[in-house]
């Protein structure tokens, strides 16, 4: 069975600026792995490739056995990959439920509805005709799930999710990613929080100088080696 991501001696820039050397990465279905590094070793620079964003000039990328080449930012939600972005990007002329719905516009099939989302994240459907920026940083996370969940994915990439929000927003938004990937959505967890990671992941990929230098399984005897890889 082929994995759902697969990033084989990927090399991306930024422009004349070499950020990933040879990254290899693979999350199979319905896989939890935690991306981790300390800042600039390039672990968003692996989610704009996929993305099309930074130049993929060797090695490959596939999503579900099919190979992008030359990777565009519509490609891997078409193939079911999506992405709960750093600074989550909510798109400022438009409600929560228009933003919602943007997720929904591939029209891939999945059990993820609008209706769902609101079960989820009873605020967004109490504010579901606010504008999306007007939302707390917190509920704007949840907007930005909730986007990426509409678009049914096999695979969820969640860069950084809980950076700058508040302890009991952290605590409902891990209960949510574990629930999804116990019904059977694959997760990328881009994070520097070791206690998110280690409740959230069952494998780490870590990540120096723009390539994959440690992987393992996430557990109690790994909080060690997984702290390592991030002090500075």
Known sequence: MKPLLELSNVNAFYGAAHVLHDMCLSIEAGERVGLIGRNGVGKTTVVNTILGVARLRGGTISIDGQTLSRPRAYQ?????????????CIVANLTVEENLLLGAAIRRKGPWTISRIYELFPILKERSHTPGTALSGGQQQMLAVGRALMSNPGLVLLDEPTEGLAP????QLVDIFRMVADEGTALLLI???MSLVMRVAGRYVAMAKGSAVAEGKVDANSLEQ???????
């Open 76 to 88: 891997p939600a078409q193939l079911g990959v999506t992405v709960v972005p750093q600074g989550r």
């Open 168 to 171: 009991v927003i952290v605590d």
């Open 191 to 193: 994070e520097q929080n």
């Open 226 to 232: 997984l702290h390592r890889h991030i002090a500075v």
